[in-house]
């Protein structure tokens, strides 16, 4: 049996420097609790940079508490403060592409994925899991082969546990070269652009269950607040739209087609020679 311990891992003394982030998220919980039953993601700093989770998934009550540098031996670590409290529907885990970069093996994130899962069953047994595979990038290329063997192992232990899922990204940043989609990234080839989390948004979607709140049409505050289906994609370019969906501006597009559109302004993403042709409703968008 995995142990997260037997492979001598310092957490706790390597895991205390995020004490000041941890203790940031308890004393924002005191001023304002959070409701229970909301679907948790938790995880490094793809979710501590993802600033527009809110409005990008508008219709769900949704909680942000990624943190920054971590790695999953440190979520396990913090478990009992960051987690267990929320008593969320869901939690999607985003950890491992740290742990791999700062040399520790594949058998030691799994280990620590399990150790993670059995302190969430124990503690809350009917609440759903969802496991986010380690993603590629341009900063990182060098190690792909080594995430892409932990994401193996990751999703081998994932497919025996009852109400646990794998979220399987490691592809879809992946472009015709076999290489990471450069317009996914930002500047440092590292974190997601609005395109980088659409596509995590497309892949992610049939895990959430069904939305508990209502999405408001008024919704307009500069990120992802309508979901436009493009018909076809490839090598998407910016064109003018003087009448793009009330004005909303698109903000990225995924690699299954989806354009995300966001905030007050005339730019409309589509591939060369598809236009607009339908907008028959809030959050919905035809293009061919």
């Known amino acids: 049996m995995f142990a997260a311990a037997s492979f001598g891992t310092d957490s706790k003394s390597r895991t205390n420097r995020f004490e000041e982030d941890i203790l940031a998220f308890e004393a924002a919980d005191q001023k304002n609790p959070l409701p229970k039953g909301a679907i948790l993601f938790v995880g490094d700093s793809l979710f501590t940079l993802w ?3 809110q409005t990008d998934l508008p219709e769900y009550t949704v909680i942000n508490r990624g943190f920054g540098g971590s790695q999953m031996s440190d979520l396990l670590y913090y478990t009992d403060r960051i987690v267990i409290p929320y008593k969320p529907r869901l939690i999607i885990v985003n950890e491992g592409d740290n742990d791999i970069h700062r040399g520790r093996m594949p058998e030691q994130v799994l280990a620590d994925v399990r150790a993670f899962v ?7 047994p009917d609440t759903r899991i969802a496991i986010s595979s380690l993603t590629p990038s341009p900063a990182r290329w060098s190690e792909a082969e080594i995430a892409k063997h932990a994401n193996r192992i990751i999703r ?7 109400n646990v899922v794998f979220i399987d990204l490691f592809d879809a940043y992946l472009g015709p070269d ?6 996914l990234f930002v500047e440092d080839g590292l974190h ?3 395109a980088g989390y ?7 979607r049939g895990i959430l269950g069904e939305p508990d709140k209502t999405r408001s049409n008024e919704n307009r505050s500069g990120t992802a607040d309508v979901i436009a289906e493009l018909l076809y994609c490839d090598r998407p370019t910016r064109q003018r739209s003087e009448n793009a969906f009330d004005g909303g501006a698109v903000r990225g597009i995924d690699a299954g087609g989806i354009v995300l559109a966001a905030g007050i302004g005339r730019e409309l993403v589509l591939d060369p ?4 042709v339908e907008h028959n409703e809030p959050g919905l968008l035809k293009l061919r």
């Open 118 to 124: 059995e302190k969430v069953r124990a503690a809350l």
């Open 273 to 276: 020679g598809h236009t607009l």
């Open 198 to 204: 659409g596509v995590r948004i497309r892949a992610m």
């Open 51 to 53: 600033k527009s989770i």
């Open 178 to 183: 076999g290489k990471p989609r450069e317009e």
């Open 156 to 162: 081998d232990y994932v497919a025996t546990q009852r």
């Open 192 to 194: 997601h652009s609005a």
